[in-house]
């Protein structure tokens, strides 16, 4: 399979000082996390952007535009590395030169690159950013990983931003958790005959602010957290 460089990836535990302070809101947090990459990030404010794997081509186009114009502001973005909507976040937050940080939480050991075909998006973001996994190195994907990788996502974040998710998704499963530690829930909507749209309007439905731009998001961020990455000129 695909792989990262072992040698680089590191344990951090829960005891240690650059542990990330919101995995503590977690009943279980990971102990220890894996990390490879920048782990001066993990304190960061961040935002997760997650939605289907079979995203449309619009929803492709709103993770990107949305990411890059969350990162050009100084949050970090979080996803799972996912195809589909999770990977337009992730290549729109590293921005034009692909050079800004954006975190990837994984479903696999950080030595394995899951899908196989973003092999060399994770080497982006491990060259500028970070990837973390509660999985030990040379454990492959399974069904069972995802929803546990997704609670990381859901707990790192300051909010969560749903782009894409049919009525039965794990980025429902990442919003509802997000909601119950008290993140921020986004959604963007759609045609009302759009499959991939309900997920979204249910969210709407249930108290999750609707969004048409990056400005939606950013007004509704906790008042205490202040951007720490280098700005960069965005599309918004």
């Not at 535009?65 to 979080?78: C, K, M, N, T, W």
Request: proline share 8%; glycine share 10%.
């Amino acid at each position: 399979m695909d792989t990262l460089k072992s040698p680089h990836i590191i344990q951090l535990r829960r005891s240690a000082p650059g542990y990330p302070v919101r995995l503590l809101d977690l009943f279980d947090p990971p102990n220890p996390l894996y990390v490879y990459g920048d782990i001066g990030l993990l304190n960061l404010p961040m935002i997760a952007i997650v939605g289907s794997r079979a995203a449309s081509p619009e929803g492709i186009k709103n993770a990107s535009d949305f990411a890059q114009a969350l990162s050009a502001e100084g949050y970090l973005v979080i996803s799972g590395l996912a195809r589909g909507i999770d990977g337009a976040a992730h290549l729109g937050a590293l921005g034009p030169n692909q050079s800004h940080p954006t975190l990837a939480v994984c479903g696999t050991g950080l030595d394995i690159v899951y899908p196989r075909e973003h092999l060399a998006l994770a080497q982006s973001i491990g060259g500028t950013g970070l990837l973390v996994s509660e999985l030990a190195p040379g454990m492959g994907p399974k069904a069972c990983h995802f929803p546990r990788r997704n609670r990381i996502i859901a707990a790192l974040a300051l909010g969560i931003l749903v782009i894409e998710a049919a009525e039965r998704s794990g980025s429902l499963i990442t919003a509802r958790l997000g909601s119950e530690l008290g993140r921020e829930i986004f959604a963007i909507p759609g045609s009302i005959h759009h499959p991939l749209s309900r997920g979204c309007h249910q969210l709407i439905q249930q108290g999750a602010k609707l969004v048409q731009s990056p400005k939606d998001v950013l007004e509704e961020l906790p008042k205490w957290s202040k951007p720490h990455l280098k700005p960069f000129k965005a599309l918004f």
